[in-house]
């Protein structure tokens, strides 16, 4: 069956970086875009990072652009997301996601992993 | 970007009831419309995708109409278990966005 295991979440401080991964298996990882969604504590979801099948294209919201880099190894199964200069409002539930197709819905999501931005 | 926006933020429902939860995109999006349940401490789930497709293993009372920028999530006939969040999102273009989210708590 199709898991997605994210690691990698923690405390830091603001201005700070993390790294995110996420762990995927029970599917082809290389056919498939994946995302990185973030859910803030309390409220709702939003999609900060996309990429495609072959890391060919890549995605950010402005909230994230210049500061979170999305990338995938598909020899590994495995998505990241570098985080660099971390602020508060950063802080949240950090989701993997499976995209069924490049334009449609997330049919897989991770477990998620927690962010917290914080002196 | 797309700016989704459900109505209403939250509604208090008793068992049996129908539910309907709007989602209007900022322009159009064609059918790129999904939903998504959410329960507390979980991670989200699909219900719907685009627009009006059923997901399997979701329950038959959980239907999805609308196109272009209207959209409409239904549940017919609401049980205890149905007590979530619910969102939209659109695929449509990029970066893909959510609304904010629907609460339906059961009375």
């Known amino acids: 069956q199709v898991q997605l295991v994210e690691s990698g979440g923690g405390l830091v401080e603001p201005g700070g970086s993390l790294r995110l991964s996420c762990a995927a298996s029970g599917f082809t990882f290389s056919d498939h875009y994946m995302s990185w969604v973030r859910q803030a504590p309390g409220k709702g979801l939003e999609c900060i990072s996309y990429?495609?099948?072959?890391?060919?294209?890549?995605n950010y919201a402005d909230s994230v652009k210049g500061r979170f880099t999305i990338s995938r190894d598909n020899a590994k199964n495995s998505l990241y997301l570098q985080m660099n200069s971390l602020r508060p409002e950063d802080t949240a539930i950090y989701y993997c996601?499976?995209?069924?197709?490049?334009?449609?819905?997330?049919?897989?999501w991770g477990q998620g992993t927690l962010v917290t931005v914080s002196s | 970007e797309i700016v989704l926006t459900q109505s209403p933020d939250f509604q208090s429902v008793t068992p049996k009831e129908k539910v309907t939860i709007t989602c209007r995109a900022s322009?159009?999006?064609?059918?790129?419309l999904h939903w998504y349940q959410q329960k507390p401490d979980q991670s989200p789930k699909l219900l719907i995708k685009f627009a009006s497709q059923s997901i399997s293993g979701v329950p038959s009372r959980f239907s999805g109409s609308g196109s272009g920028t209207d959209f409409t999530l239904t549940i017919n006939s609401l049980e205890a278990e149905d007590a979530a969040a619910y969102y939209c999102?659109?695929?449509?273009?990029?970066?893909?966005?959510f609304g904010q989210g629907t609460k339906v708590e059961i009375k």
């Open positions: 990429i495609s099948s072959t890391s060919s294209y890549t």
């Open positions: 322009q159009s999006i064609g059918s790129y």
């Open positions: 996601a499976r995209e069924e197709y490049s334009y449609g819905p997330v049919d897989y």
């Open positions: 999102h659109q695929s449509s273009s990029l970066p893909h966005t």
